[in-house]
C-alpha cells in the first residue's frame, strides 16, 4: 500500500521529521521559512494531510482552495485560533491538534514571566550587561514579592491549573474566572476561588495570567475597559494567545504607570511588537517561548504522528478538534 501524503509547513525537530518520512510520503520545509497560501495550496496537490504551525492562517479561502485529497489537517500546537474550523468543518475536514504536552512548558515559563516583572529581573540584567551598576546600595532596583500576592487566573484548564499548582509554592494566593467553574475537587486542592464575574475579579488582583484559548469570544477578552479596572501595583502576564489582551490600550496603560509592568509571550501581529512595549523597562518580552523546550517540541511531533496514523488507519484520531468546543 501507497504510504499517506503528508505536507509540513515548518521544520520540526530532527527526530520528528525522521519519523515522518520512515511512515509518510513527507514534504518537508527544509529552509523553515512561512509559507505563503498559494505555496501550501500547491504542496497538497495529492496530499492526504496537512500539517500547520501556528503561523499559518488557515483561513476559509485557503481551506477552500485546498485539492479535494487533504482529508485531515493535523496541527503542531495546541492552539488552533490560526485555522477556520467552521469553514474546515463545512469542507468536511478532520481537525487534530496536541493538548497537554506543552502544559509544563508553558506554565513553567508564565511563573518565570511573574516573577522576572515584579523583582525587575530583565531590566536589572540589562543595566547589568552594560556596565552601569555602581554596587549594592539599600534602595537600588527594589521590586515587589509575589508571596502573599493574589493571583487570577484568567482560563482554568490544564494550562492554568498547572500555573496555579505551581504559584501555591510561592505562597500566591490562587483565584481565577473560567466560564466554567472547575471540578470542587481541583478548586480544593488549589484552595482556589472562582469569580463568575471577570470585572470583579482583574479589580482585586495583584498578579494576572492569561491561559484561555483564543476564539472569537475571548478576542480582545482584556479590553481597555477591563484594564481599567486593573489595579495600578498588578502584573499582567499573558502566555496564551496576543490577541485575547487589547495590545495598544495595553501599551498605553504600562506606559501611563496605570499597569505596574507585564509578561508577555505572545503578540497580536506575531512577529510584530507594538514599538511602545519594546521602550518599556517595565513590561519584559519574549518570543513566543511558551512550548519551546525540546522535550515538548518531540511530543508534539509525536501526537501529530499518532494523530495521523489513527486517522489514515480509519479510526477517529484521539485528538480531534471539534467546533464549538475549548480546546
Known amino acids: 500500500m501507497s504510504k499517506p501524503v503528508v505536507v509540513v509547513t515548518r521544520k520540526l525537530p530532527a527526530a520528528i521529521e525522521t519519523r515522518t518520512m520512515e511512515l509518510f510520503d513527507a514534504r518537508l520545509n527544509a529552509d523553515d521559512r512561512p509559507l505563503s497560501a498559494e505555496r501550501i495550496v500547491a504542496l497538497c496537490d495529492g496530499a492526504d494531510v496537512l500539517v500547520p504551525t501556528v503561523t499559518d492562517a488557515i483561513d476559509e479561502a485557503l481551506i477552500g482552495a485546498l485539492p479535494d485529497s487533504v482529508?485531515?489537517?493535523?496541527?503542531f500546537g495546541v492552539g488552533v485560533n490560526h485555522i477556520d474550523l467552521k469553514a474546515a468543518a463545512a469542507r468536511g475536514l478532520v481537525i487534530t491538534n496536541t493538548p497537554g504536552v506543552l502544559t509544563d512548558d508553558t506554565a513553567d515559563l508564565t511563573i518565570a514571566l511573574l516573577l522576572a516583572v515584579p523583582r525587575r529581573l530583565v531590566e536589572g540584567e540589562r543595566l547589568a550587561r552594560a556596565g552601569k551598576w555602581d554596587g549594592w546600595s539599600p534602595t537600588f532596583m527594589m521590586g515587589h514579592r509575589v508571596t502573599g500576592k493574589r493571583l487570577g487566573i484568567v482560563g482554568m484548564g490544564r494550562i492554568g491549573q498547572a500555573v496555579a499548582r505551581r504559584a501555591r509554592g510561592f505562597g500566591i494566593s490562587i483565584h481565577y474566572h473560567n466560564r466554567r467553574r472547575v471540578h470542587p475537587e481541583v478548586e480544593a486542592e488549589l484552595e482556589a476561588t472562582w469569580w463568575e464575574n471577570l470585572d470583579q475579579m482583574l479589580a482585586h488582583m495583584d498578579l494576572i495570567s492569561v491561559n484561555c484559548p483564543q476564539t472569537p469570544e475571548t478576542h480582545h477578552l482584556l479590553n481597555a475597559q477591563r484594564l481599567d479596572r486593573v489595579q495600578p501595583h498588578a502584573v499582567i502576564v499573558n502566555t496564551a494567545r496576543g490577541g485575547i489582551i487589547d495590545e495598544a490600550a495595553l501599551a498605553d496603560r504600562l506606559a501611563a504607570g496605570r499597569i505596574a509592568g507585564a509578561g508577555l509571550d505572545v503578540y497580536e501581529a506575531e512577529p510584530a511588537i507594538?514599538?511602545?512595549?519594546?521602550?518599556?523597562?517595565?513590561?519584559?518580552?519574549?518570543?513566543?517561548?511558551?512550548?519551546?523546550?525540546?522535550?515538548?517540541?518531540?511530543?508534539?511531533?509525536?501526537?501529530v504522528i499518532i494523530n495521523i496514523r489513527t486517522f489514515t488507519d480509519g479510526h477517529a484520531p484521539p485528538d480531534r478538534v471539534l467546533v464549538g468546543v475549548d480546546v
Open 71 to 75: 482529508a485531515l489537517i493535523a496541527n
Open 274 to 303: 507594538d514599538p511602545r512595549l519594546l521602550s518599556l523597562d517595565n513590561v519584559v518580552l519574549s518570543p513566543h517561548l511558551g512550548s519551546a523546550t525540546h522535550e515538548g517540541r518531540i511530543a508534539m511531533g509525536e501526537k
